[in-house]
C-alpha cells in the first residue's frame, strides 16, 4: 500500500462545476496535511494546510479525517485557472513529532474546460 | 515574504562537468531541503538541513554534494552526472525540520544532462 493514495485523475469538468479529490494516508502517526498545486513546469505551491475541524479558503474546501485516515479537497465554481495537478501531501509522523520528510501522493490532475 | 530563490533557472552539462545549484531563503527559516523531481512524478526527496546540519540523505549517490554555507544558502554540487539525473530540481524551506508549518518550494533548476 502507497504511504498517500491518489486518483491519478484526470479530471475534466466545465467551467463552474464542483469537484472533490481525496486521499488516504497510511501512517497514523502523521500530523501535519497539506494540499499543494502545482503547474505544469512549475514549483509546488501550498493551497492549504489541513485542519481536523476543517478549513475552507474561497472556493476551497479541505477535510481531515483521522479516524479513516482520510483527506479531501472540495473546489466549487472551478475555474479554468483551477487547471492544475493537485498533491496531496502528509507529513511524516514519528511518536509525537514529525521527522521533517513529506510524503507525497501522486497528484490528481484536473483540467476545467470552457 | 514567502520566497525561495534558485539559480540558475536552467543548466546544461556535460557528465564530466562540475556545477553548482544555488538556494536562498530571507525567511528565517532553519530547515531547508533538496528534491529531485521527473516528469509527471511528485518531488523526491534528496536531503534535510536541519540548523546548518545535514539532518538527511536519503541514500543519495556522492556525485550530487550538498552544502548548507549559512542558515538562508544552501547548495548542491553537481559531478559526473549521469543522463538520468536529468530532472527539475527544487529547494524547499520551513520553519523548522519537525514543525507543524508548511514547506516553501523555490522555482526550481531544470537540469539536463548530456
Known amino acids: 500500500r502507497k504511504e498517500v493514495e491518489q486518483d491519478p485523475g484526470p479530471f475534466n469538468v466545465p467551467e463552474g462545476a464542483t469537484v472533490a479529490f481525496n486521499c488516504t494516508y497510511s501512517n497514523s502517526a502523521s500530523q501535519s496535511f497539506f494540499w499543494y498545486r502545482q503547474d505544469c513546469r512549475k514549483e509546488p505551491k501550498l493551497l492549504m494546510s489541513v485542519y481536523s475541524s476543517g478549513n475552507e479558503d474561497g472556493r476551497f474546501t479541505a477535510q481531515l479525517n483521522r479516524a479513516s485516515q482520510y483527506i479531501s479537497l472540495l473546489i466549487r465554481d472551478s475555474k479554468l485557472s483551477d487547471s492544475a495537478t493537485y498533491l496531496c501531501?502528509?507529513?511524516?509522523?514519528?511518536?509525537?513529532?514529525?521527522?521533517?520528510?513529506?510524503?507525497f501522493g501522486q497528484g490528481t490532475t484536473l483540467q476545467v474546460k470552457p | 515574504d514567502t520566497e525561495v530563490t534558485q539559480t540558475p533557472k536552467h543548466l546544461v552539462m556535460g557528465m564530466t562537468n562540475k556545477k553548482s545549484l544555488k538556494c536562498e531563503q530571507h525567511m528565517g527559516h532553519r530547515a531547508m531541503y533538496w528534491y529531485k523531481q521527473k516528469a509527471k512524478k511528485p518531488p523526491e526527496l534528496m536531503f534535510v538541513?536541519?540548523?546548518?546540519?545535514?539532518?538527511i540523505n536519503e541514500s543519495v549517490p556522492s556525485r550530487f554534494s550538498p552544502e548548507c554555507p549559512n542558515s538562508s544558502l544552501l547548495n548542491l554540487h553537481l559531478h559526473a552526472l549521469q543522463p538520468e539525473d536529468s530532472a527539475l530540481y527544487l529547494c524547499?524551506?520551513?520553519?523548522?525540520?519537525?514543525?507543524?508549518?508548511?514547506?516553501?518550494f523555490g522555482p526550481g533548476t531544470r537540469l539536463t544532462v548530456l
Open positions: 501531501v502528509v507529513n511524516e509522523g514519528h511518536g509525537s513529532s514529525n521527522t521533517g520528510k513529506l510524503i
Open positions: 524547499a524551506s520551513s520553519q523548522t525540520m519537525t514543525s507543524l508549518y508548511e514547506q516553501f
Open positions: 538541513y536541519s540548523y546548518e546540519k545535514l539532518s
